[in-house]
């Protein structure tokens, strides 16, 4: 799904940084991995080349078999929106909209026909376990159910890849395990997910783990 040879991100600066060396990385169709790193190692930067929000220095980037770097923007643009969804640490709820109206704003944006879209939308909050709390703002919401509608929301529109920039990173300990547990069964459902996190614990929910340091990513056993 997933093919990174050689892969760089240069940032010109000041200060000029080698934020991505070499990677390689393959990612196949169903596999959960874990990448772990210290923080201002590379993998937000990596995160937003995998998910098309930016593009590699050097190397090449397969995505489901495309050269990426060949797309126009509006294609990149438009491959992202119908084949990944994005979880961030922070949420990035809208306050004052309920849990399924967060969800059906994202369907909106995604294209779906309107008449389909709160069927979509409560769909997608039941597979996380939020039926019961449809019409609750976030402020509502403990941690980890603001995660849940996070995530309802990126597989509303049935994404094939998800990426996950410290999910848990706002989470205590049992919400963290509610979120994990959640992306095991996404997983099992057959949903490729690429998890960024500095916490081990984390990563050791996934079936596959890399590590970055300084940009140099390699696969850990
Ligand atoms: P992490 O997410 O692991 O904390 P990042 O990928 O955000 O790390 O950053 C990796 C390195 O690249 C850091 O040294 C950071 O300062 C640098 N960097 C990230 N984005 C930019 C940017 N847009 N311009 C310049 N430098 C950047
Ligand atoms: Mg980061």
């Known amino acids: 799904m997933l093919d990174l040879a050689d892969v760089t991100r240069f940032f010109s600066g000041p200060p000029a940084v080698n934020a991505l060396r ?11 991995l874990a990448i772990i790193g210290p923080s201002g190692s590379g993998k937000s930067t990596m ?3 995998l998910g ?3 593009r590699a220095s050097t190397g090449q980037f397969r995505f489901e078999g495309i050269d990426v770097a060949e797309l126009s923007d509006e294609a990149r643009t438009a491959l992202r929106a119908h084949a990944i969804g994005f979880v961030f640490q922070s949420f990035h709820l809208l306050p004052t909209r309920t849990a399924l109206e967060n969800v059906v704003l994202a369907c909106t944006y995604a294209g779906v026909p309107r008449g389909e879209r709160a069927a979509i939308a409560r769909a997608a909050l039941e597979r996380v376990g939020l039926a019961h709390r449809l019409d609750a703002t976030p402020n509502r919401l403990s941690g980890g159910e603001r995660q ?13 890849l998800l990426l996950a920039d410290e999910p848990t990173g706002n989470l205590d300990r049992e919400n963290s395990e509610s979120v994990m547990d ?3 069964q996404l997983n099992s459902e057959g949903l490729t997910i690429v998890m960024i996190t500095h916490d081990h614990a984390v990563a050791a929910a996934a079936a596959r783990r ?4 300084d940009g140099a990513l390699e696969e850990v056993e």
């Open 22 to 32: 070499g990677v390689d990385l393959v990612v196949a169709r169903g596999d959960y």
């Open 47 to 49: 995160l937003n080349l």
């Open 52 to 54: 098309l929000l930016d």
């Open 148 to 160: 849940r509608v996070a995530i309802a929301r990126a597989v509303s529109t049935s994404p094939r």
């Open 182 to 184: 959640l992306f095991s």
């Open 210 to 213: 890399a590590r970055i340091l």
